[in-house]
């Protein structure tokens, strides 16, 4: 197939940002005491309350790449119209809802634009899912309607 490169490429690309990010998170501790000492008195003020948002944000980010991860690996099966599709989208939707609250709860905490523009990306994230998993939930019926016929 002529796609077939990006298809692995982009795997191999997920599979790097999991395990990097379990890496982040599981070191986010340290990271932020860093940040706070470097960066900005705000995170030290707030470092538990950061920690919690970054943590729970961080742990659903990682989900969310998870999901795609097992997206990915039908889309390399040639089989992606599946209820697992379906299922995953609308897990995606729910993390990155979570993502949106808790980064709503740092922008009371700490007001930056960037926040606000992070709650914007993953509310509509969480919109695309909901959508895509409505198309992909169509898509997957009109499959196994096919199925039955032949």
């Known amino acids: 197939m002529k796609y077939e490169r990006i298809k692995k490429l982009t795997k191999l690309i997920l599979d790097i940002m999991f395990f990097t990010g379990i890496i982040v998170l599981l070191t986010l501790p340290i990271w932020l005491r860093f940040a706070g000492t470097h960066y900005s008195k705000d995170i030290e003020i707030h470092y538990l309350a950061m920690l919690i948002v970054f943590a729970v944000s961080g742990l659903n980010g990682i989900l969310i790449v998870n999901e795609l991860r097992k997206m990915m690996k039908t889309v390399l099966e040639v089989n992606c119209f599946v209820e697992d599709n379906v299922k995953s989208l609308r897990r995606m939707a729910r993390y990155s809802l979570v993502i949106s609250i808790f980064f709503f709860i740092k922008v009371l905490l700490v007001p930056t ?37 032949i």
Not at 127 to 132: A, I
Not at 138 to 143: F, G, H, Q, S
Request: proline share 3%; aromatic share 14%; charged share 15%.
């Open 113 to 149: 634009p960037a926040t606000l523009i992070i709650i914007l990306v993953f509310f509509i994230a969480a919109l695309f899912s909901v959508v895509l998993s409505c198309v992909f939930q169509e898509a997957v019926n009109y499959k196994d309607e096919n199925d039955l016929t």
